[in-house]
């Protein structure tokens, strides 16, 4: 399974961006997708899964409500809609593929993605 993750980039406090996930290889789509970002210094946290039938996403509280994850099967991608980006959405962007255990922690996915940087400025 290979993922490549885009879109990031430079916005505004109150944009938007939307990050896509690239899959390809073997087996991919028998594996849900999660967002996780990590900032300079901190740890990697999630922010939101999505399997590929896309009826069901799970997203973590600080994105609830500005944050939207959703499949393109014809494209083999999982997109995340950001709106309303605050400066602490400042991070780098990894997608990965959910293979064991609970969906909120990093250590529950495999296959990385190479991160793309999200910058909010104020």
């Known amino acids: 399974v290979q993922l490549q993750a885009s879109g990031g980039g430079l916005v505004q406090a109150g944009g938007s961006l939307r990050l896509s996930c690239v899959a390809s290889g073997p087996s991919f789509s028998n594996y849900p997708i999660g967002w996780f970002r990590q900032a300079p210094g901190k740890e990697r946290d999630f922010v939101s899964a999505i399997n590929w039938s896309g009826d069901t996403t799970y997203y973590s509280d600080s994105v609830k409500g500005r944050f939207t994850v959703s499949v393109d099967n014809a494209k083999n991608t999982v997109h995340l809609e950001m709106n309303n980006l605050k400066p602490w959405d400042t991070a780098v962007y990894y997608c990965?593929?959910?293979?064991?255990?609970?969906?909120?922690?990093?250590?529950?996915?495999?296959?990385w993605g190479q991160g793309t940087q999200v910058t909010v400025s104020s």
């Open positions: 990965a593929a959910w293979v064991r255990g609970d969906y909120e922690r990093a250590r529950s996915y495999d296959y």
